[in-house]
């Protein structure tokens, strides 16, 4: 318990429980079963991106992605064009995927070749990808998606949706064991504890950054997937807002912007109380102006509390890691 990262996935699971207990009082529907399965419809999208944020934010500079969202967009509406044209539709799904890597790439382009600070660079291309989306649709939906496609994030397993099963755990399970596990993870936290401390022991930090970049928009792919799948269709807005919930969750899950800390566990936590929140004033009849400022506030408490301990915590993780 003395350890501050695992006493923020403490504080975590205790911040889950309140938002689980306030769900209940705000609406009496919220502990129904359908309830429990309409909430978990929502978290392997929003959990693989606050993941892929969260491996962003992990190797510093400082690192953050607002393209995400519009890369899932532009992904999704890739697949159903390329299965549109005949290309059969898990092919298509895989070059979505390099697509979205490639997306990624643009980023680290920006980021690590030209040095355009992470911020600036990925504000960029969310303009980019959303316009090239709108500009491509005109704003409308690709349909015609088959429906047993649809049983990806449509069908249910034991009462959970298939892809919580076949999608968000096995991918938490493979990036907790990459960044506790193997040399990979190990070089990720140096680079983001200390740039240069990391590249004179050896590390390519910015190959590493590279990397990362193209991994956030590979799964930014794998979201978009997830998506169409629950739509059967692919809509240029599917990302809209995915951005900044993917930020909230990766900072309240513990990963801090200027990198070195955070979990994927804490990840998966956040994501579990933004998903619990947001139902919880869906069903309270909440509009969604308030939603939105419910987030916002979860948001500002999130880098509130990691200003306060920040140090604390990087200076732990330097002293474990040396």
């Known amino acids: 318990m003395n350890d501050p990262l695992t006493q923020r996935l403490f504080f975590l699971f205790g911040l889950l429980i309140a938002a689980g207990v306030a769900g ?8 129904q079963v359908s309830t429990v399965a309409y909430l978990l419809q929502y978290v392997p999208v929003l959990g693989v991106l606050g993941m892929a944020q969260t491996l962003v934010m992990l190797s510093g500079g400082p690192g953050i992605d607002l393209s995400i969202g519009a890369t899932m967009s532009l992904v999704g509406l890739a697949i159903a064009g390329l299965f549109g044209l005949g290309v059969p539709l898990l092919l298509a799904c895989l070059i979505g995927l390099v697509i979205g890597g490639m ?3 643009v980023n680290a382009f920006l980021i690590c070749v030209l040095q355009v600070p992470s ?3 990925t504000l960029a291309t969310f303009f980019a990808y959303s316009g090239l989306a709108l500009a491509l649709t005109g704003g409308s939906p690709i349909g015609g998606i088959p429906d047993w496609f649809g049983t990806l994030a449509q069908g249910r397993i034991l009462g959970v949706p298939v892809h919580m099963w076949t999608v968000f755990i096995p991918l938490a399970i493979v990036l907790h064991v990459m960044l506790s596990r193997t040399r990979i993870g190990s070089h990720i936290y140096a680079a983001g504890n200390d740039e240069r401390a990391a590249f004179l022991s050896g590390v390519k ?6 990397a990362l970049y193209c991994l956030s928009g590979a799964i930014a792919g794998v979201a978009a997937i ?7 269709a692919a809509r240029p807005d599917a990302g809209e807002g995915m951005e900044l919930l993917s930020v909230t969750i990766a900072v309240l899950g513990g990963a801090h912007i200027f990198g070195g800390i955070g979990r994927i566990s804490g990840t998966v936590l956040a994501v579990l109380i933004v998903t619990t929140l947001q139902v919880a004033l869906q069903l309270a009849n909440i509009s969604q102006a308030w939603q939105l400022a419910a987030i916002g506030l979860l948001l500002i408490g ?3 509390a990691d200003n306060a301990v920040g140090e604390k915590l990087r200076a732990r993780v330097r002293r474990t890691t040396s």
């Not at 209940?24 to 502990?31: D, E, G, I, Q, W």
């Not at 930090?205 to 590279?210: A, E, G, K, Y």
């Not at 997830?226 to 059967?232: D, E, H, N, V």
Request: charge should be positive; glycine fraction near 6%.
């Open 226 to 232: 997830m998506t169409l799948s629950w739509f059967q």
């Open 103 to 105: 997306l990624g790439a």
């Open 205 to 210: 930090v910015w190959r590493l950054r590279f």
């Open 302 to 304: 999130s880098v509130v």
């Open 119 to 121: 911020l600036m660079g």
């Open 24 to 31: 209940a009082l705000l609406s009496p529907h919220f502990l």
